[in-house]
DNA sequence: CAATTTAATCAGGTGCCCTTATTATATATT
DNA sequence: AATATATAATAAGGGCACCTGATTAAATTG
């Protein structure tokens, strides 16, 4: 019962936290622009990761529609963030490159740790961190379960970069 | 320097618990309708807070454009879970009333705590519980500083919506 | 009473996504 | 080789959540 309650407040919690995450990008948005995880954002974070990518690779990864890939990269190509270029082997298949400012783009785009992260103490973010975990673990589960066909496994990615120190 | 890297480790347990809890949403949307926290559903749960609401007041409770707020609440109309009276002490006004089939709408959507947040033991919900709101504290007073207009508090409302408990 | 403010709506637009055709190109089958 | 089938990409059209810039109607103010 005392659980239930316990369990109802950091579900609420956490809703609050995700609401909230939605409006403090949008400010920090039109402080300094920085990449969404969603539509072009998505696509050029995957090129960062693998380059010269088919769209239906990227599509399988992202766990899209083709057609909705599709689209992305043609704003994208508009942005000069990326190329297409027929493919060889198989001319069916048009390859997506990033450009310099394509690359440009993922990389001052950077993200940074938000302040309200900082304010926590090493404790605290350890805490933080095992407890995420413990919870993304069972979503990726859940989400398995349900649609093993989704590329999900790919959203880690978005988690690595903060990580300054893991890149290169 | 450690105290760095533990930010950016959890920052990013953050984004991609962000990115998951998309996934998911859509995927148990698929097996049971619920409202999400956009648009319509905003309006929603804003009038189950205080129905009869002017366009006026939701829009500025909800942070949204007057614009937005009269297209959502038509939607919601032609959906027959909100009616339009028209304010008798000033007639520009237009009330917005959930219905019967409003209110069951919101009620029968009642959100039921996800399965990844019962897996926490007793100990770790009160520490999730502890750390969000630390940051969602946090969160308020940036978002606050950063536009002070923004009706922002009502978002604490979506939190409350686990919380059987405290309803009635 | 004229001028201004306010509530709502209309019109049109953007971005993220989807589904249902189509069009090329490849590969497999006869 | 010729046909059938599978596959990559695109076109077309739609839905949802927002937004900005007019416009209209009713209130308030001077």
Redesign the interface.
């Known amino acids: 019962m005392?659980?239930?309650?316990?369990?109802?407040?950091?579900?609420?919690?956490?809703?609050?936290?995700?609401?909230?995450?939605k409006?403090?990008d949008d400010?920090v948005k039109q402080?300094r622009p920085h990449l969404t995880?969603e539509g072009q954002g998505k696509i050029l974070l995957a090129l960062a990761d693998e380059d010269h990518l088919s769209q239906r690779q990227l599509a399988t990864r992202l766990?899209m529609s083709p057609q909705s890939t599709s689209e992305f990269v043609y704003k994208l190509v508009k942005r000069d963030l990326v190329t297409l270029t027929k493919s060889q082997s198989d001319r069916r298949i048009n390859l997506v490159n990033l450009t310099t400012a394509g690359r440009q783009a993922i990389e001052s785009a950077d993200?940074e740790?938000?302040?309200?992260?900082?304010?926590?103490s090493?404790d605290?973010?350890?805490?933080?961190?095992f407890?995420?975990?413990?919870?993304?673990v069972?979503?990726?589960a859940?989400?398995d379960a349900?649609?093993p066909t989704?590329g999900?496994k790919f959203?880690?990615l978005?988690?690595?970069?903060?990580?300054?120190?893991f890149k290169k």
Do not use: C, W
């Not at 605290?124 to 961190?129: G, I, N, R, T």
């Not at 407890?131 to 993304?136: A, E, F, G, H, R």
């Open positions: 005392a659980n239930e309650i316990k369990a109802e407040l950091a579900a609420g919690k956490l809703a609050e936290y995700e609401q909230l995450s409006i403090y400010i402080a995880v766990g993200q740790v938000p302040p309200f992260v900082k304010l926590l090493d605290e973010l350890d805490q933080l961190s407890l995420l975990n413990k919870i993304t069972a979503m990726y859940d989400i349900a649609n989704l999900v959203h880690k978005f988690a690595s970069r903060y990580l300054k120190q």
